[in-house]
């Protein structure tokens, strides 16, 4: 049986502690949960799914916690867009972070709409000093509000805007230093961009500040030939995983989770893409040398 974590302080919200290896907390999954208590070592959530006032969710969201650590992930802040930062979501994600006490909470570096509609897709920003600034203000005010640092993820891209200026890496870098916040790596997002847009997987893993990640998120895609779609339905590419070693000699222990959102295999084969996780993180500097990792590859 996994014990109880213990309530976040104040002065604890500031710690980003190494969970090992987990897997999002999906409803295919809840009876497996509840019948066995599996030895997982954390689950991510959808903040979304369980911003409700009652019900199932929580119900099931109250069972987890008592018995594993548990992170927030949300897809809705829209932290990039020029509209005004809603109000009402941070309300009902903070009520949900007091009811959850996460190890932290993490949103996407992009933008999901603007005047008032909603794109439902995790869309990039142009990388520009204006951009900078404007997204380490609405950093900030999010981080006041709810009284913690923000994680920041980047995302998957099939497009880029004219107007950037540098680096998605050194953009990311920027906002997480300037903003005093952490950074989520999604090392398939990296790979899928790499590919579409002709840079070096590593240039991007080694432009990131070490102290800055606290978390990788793992992830299959699809391969359309000219192109890679980001899509969380496959299992993890054999050079996502080697560049997930190549991550860890750079950023050392780093809490890990096997992201799986559509065609979601059963739980007993979620737990082999953890043990393969925990096996790569084990092995740690005596792994192979890695696979090469540009474009294309």
């Not at 030895?39 to 916690?65: H, K, Q, T």
Request: aromatic share 10%.
């Amino acid at each position: 049986m996994v014990a109880r974590p213990k309530s976040n302080r104040p002065e604890d919200l500031n710690v980003f502690p190494y969970l090992g290896v987990g897997v999002g907390l999906r409803t295919v999954h809840y009876q497996d949960i509840f019948d066995q208590w599996p030895a997982i070592d954390w689950f991510e959530i959808l903040s979304e799914n369980f911003m409700v006032s009652g019900g199932r969710p929580l119900s099931v969201l109250d069972r987890v916690c008592e018995r594993y650590p548990v992170v927030m992930h949300g897809v809705s802040l829209s932290i990039g867009s020029t509209d005004p930062i809603d109000k009402g979501y941070l309300k009902a994600l903070k009520r949900l972070e007091q009811r959850v006490k996460p190890k932290w909470i993490s949103d996407h570096l992009c933008w999901t709409g603007v005047g008032g509609h909603n794109a439902h897709d995790l869309l990039p920003l142009p990388y520009t000093e204006e951009t900078i600034r404007h997204v380490v203000r609405r950093v900030r005010q999010v981080q006041d509000f709810l009284g913690r640092p923000l994680v920041l993820e980047n995302v998957s891209s099939y497009l880029t805007y004219t107007q950037s200026a540098m680096s998605e890496w050194a953009f990311l870098a920027a906002i997480a230093t300037e903003a005093d916040c952490k950074i989520l790596l999604d090392l398939n997002n990296i790979y899928v961009s790499a590919f579409n847009h002709h840079f070096d997987a590593m240039d991007y893993v080694n432009g990131i500040p070490s102290d800055r990640v606290v978390q990788f998120h793992l992830a299959g895609h699809r391969d359309k030939g000219d192109y890679l779609l980001d899509t969380h339905d496959h299992p993890i590419k054999p050079a996502v995983w080697s560049l997930y070693r190549q991550a860890l000699k750079r950023f050392g222990a780093v809490s890990t989770l096997i992201e799986w959102d559509d065609h979601i295999p059963p739980l007993k084969k979620m737990l082999t893409y953890v043990e393969k996780a925990k096996k790569i993180f084990q092995a740690g500097e005596d792994a192979t040398a890695p696979m090469a990792l540009r474009y294309g590859t």
